[in-house]
């Protein structure tokens, strides 16, 4: 099974202009049939619930939904992060970019989590990624529904909802695309049908470039 059955890498260089300006991007991945098969993969993982409250006592972060974050590295998931990375990582290593280290060896998606959210669930709220994951963050929406949503503040009534369906993969900027960029809060909401995704970061502390 080909999983990158309708990536097409043409527009993906001036998606990547675009996110240095810290927005989001939804294009298409793979087909439904695509979808189908690799949501009954991710039903056959190991989850635990989301702890229910994270981030500092100022800036708490809510969540209710499922996770996996420990896939094995056989686990065709992991094919996927491979072949997303043969296309993002010359185009990453080539673009005008932040260095990341005296040690900086490129781009390379080496974290991988699975997560789902049953109907109903609250989600997770405005919040930003850890500051480790650099680039660029990659998102695999298999199934269901909800909001993701980009926040100019932490304000949850504040944002603009980013087209992004099932079969899409969301593409989104992250410390070390660009000198100064800002990391973008953002949340989801407003699921009613199961929501499965594969989210694949470059972790720079796994590759030994953290301060």
């Not at 043969?86 to 932040?98: I, K, T, Y």
């Not at 040690?103 to 989590?113: A, E, M, R, V």
């Not at 789902?116 to 680039?135: K, T």
């Not at 980013?162 to 969301?170: A, E, Y």
């Amino acid at each position: 099974m080909n999983a990158l059955d309708r990536l097409d890498a043409g527009p993906i260089p001036d998606k990547l202009a675009d996110l240095r300006a810290g927005s989001a991007v939804a294009i298409d991945c793979i087909s439904p049939e695509t979808c189908v098969n690799l949501s009954d993969l991710a039903d056959q993982l190991q989850y635990r619930k989301a702890r229910p409250v994270t981030g500092s006592v100022k800036t708490p972060v809510y969540q209710d939904f499922e996770l996996d974050y420990e896939v094995p590295r056989e686990h065709p998931f992991w094919r996927i992060a491979e072949a997303l990375q043969s296309v993002f990582g010359p185009l990453l290593d080539d673009a005008p970019r932040e260095r990341l280290s005296d040690n900086d060896s490129g781009f390379s998606l080496n974290d991988l989590i699975v997560q789902r959210y049953p109907p109903g669930c609250a989600g997770i709220s405005p919040h930003r990624d850890h500051i480790e994951y650099r680039m660029i963050i990659l998102i695999l929406l298999l199934s269901g529904d909800g909001d993701f949503r980009l926040h100019p503040e932490r304000d949850e009534a504040e944002g603009t909802v980013i087209d992004f369906r099932p079969g899409q993969l969301l593409m989104m900027g992250a410390p070390g695309i660009a000198s100064d960029f800002v990391r973008p809060f953002h949340s989801v909401r407003n699921v009613t049908a199961v929501r499965r995704t594969i989210g694949m970061r470059f972790d720079r502390r796994l590759a030994g470039l953290s301060t």
